[in-house]
Structure formats: structure tokens, C-alpha cells
């Protein structure tokens, strides 16, 4: 039995370089009507956090890497990294 591999969007936010923020996955996300692979209960009141496959979010990051602003992919030095 494989076991796949689940982010939330803030973990997937904090791992993806070039950066990208939560909101803006969980807008790309809704726009492609992905659904969750699974729910994190955090054993606190409240709603459970949606999981997505994170191999499908690196895919999706990457596909998405030309069509980002190249000031955004400039390293601190000023040249691509």
C-alpha cells in the first residue's frame, strides 16, 4: 500500500519556491475545482483544514513557474537562481 503525501496550502506555501502565497493557491485551486484529498483535524474546535495531494501541487507550481513575474523569481543578488 502506497500512502500519498498531503499538504495543507500554508504548509504548501511555506515548501514552494518560488514562493507563492496561500491565497493565491487556494484562488487557483477553487478556479480548477480541485477537491481536497483529505481533511486535518487539529483536535481543536473548529473546521478541519483541506489536504491536496502534494505531488499534484509541485505539478501545478511548475506548470505555473513561466507565466510568474520575473522580479519574483530574482534572487536577493539580482540574478535568476
Known amino acids: ?6 499538504l495543507t496550502l500554508a504548509e504548501a506555501a511555506q515548501v514552494l519556491e518560488p514562493p ?3 491565497a493565491q493557491l487556494r484562488r487557483i485551486i477553487s478556479a480548477l ?6 481533511w486535518r483535524r487539529t483536535g481543536r474546535s473548529g473546521h478541519p483544514f483541506p489536504e491536496y495531494d502534494a505531488a499534484a501541487l509541485m505539478r501545478l507550481h511548475a506548470a505555473l513557474l513561466p507565466f510568474l513575474a520575473v522580479e519574483r523569481l530574482l534572487c536577493a543578488c539580482g540574478r535568476m537562481p
Open 33 to 38: 475545482g480541485w477537491k481536497p484529498a483529505g
Open 20 to 22: 507563492m502565497s496561500e
Open 1 to 6: 500500500m502506497v500512502a500519498a503525501v498531503t
